[in-house]
């Protein structure tokens, strides 16, 4: 499976952006999608994640009420609409996908494949 994240830029705190991953390859096997950051310096945190049957959403208690995560399983597409932004939102956004039921979303060891990942900045 390969994975493509887009949609990063920088923005003003208060201001909205919108992640885009395409998944390509073996995508039958996916169970769930999930997007993670990863500010300099600090480990690798969950964001958010979506299971396909069902659209079962997880998101982390900071971002509860200002992202939202949505996709499509029929074109492996996943999004991010990130709204209300802070400067502590900055971070490499990475998308990734899990094959099977995991026992946590929130832990990355659980997901299978991961895109590159896509910048967001977010100035106060």
């Known amino acids: 499976v390969q994975l493509q994240a887009s949609g990063g830029g920088l923005v003003q705190a208060g201001g909205s952006l919108r992640l885009s991953c395409a998944a390509s390859?073996?995508?039958?096997?996916?169970?769930?999608m999930g997007w993670f950051r990863q500010a300099p310096g600090k480990e690798r945190e969950f964001v958010a994640a979506?299971?396909?049957?069902?659209?079962?959403?997880y998101y982390e208690d900071s971002v509860k009420g200002r992202f939202t995560i949505s996709g499509d399983n029929a074109q492996n597409t996943v999004v991010l609409q990130m709204n209300s932004l802070k400067p502590e939102d900055t971070a490499v956004y990475h998308c990734?996908?899990?094959?099977?039921?995991?026992?946590?979303?929130?832990?990355?060891?659980?997901?299978?494949?991961w895109g590159q990942g896509t910048l967001v900045t977010v100035s106060s």
């Open positions: 990734a996908t899990i094959r099977v039921l995991p026992d946590y979303y929130s832990d990355y060891v659980e997901y299978d494949y």
């Open positions: 979506i299971v396909w049957s069902g659209g079962t959403t």
């Open positions: 390859g073996r995508t039958f096997s996916t169970y769930a």
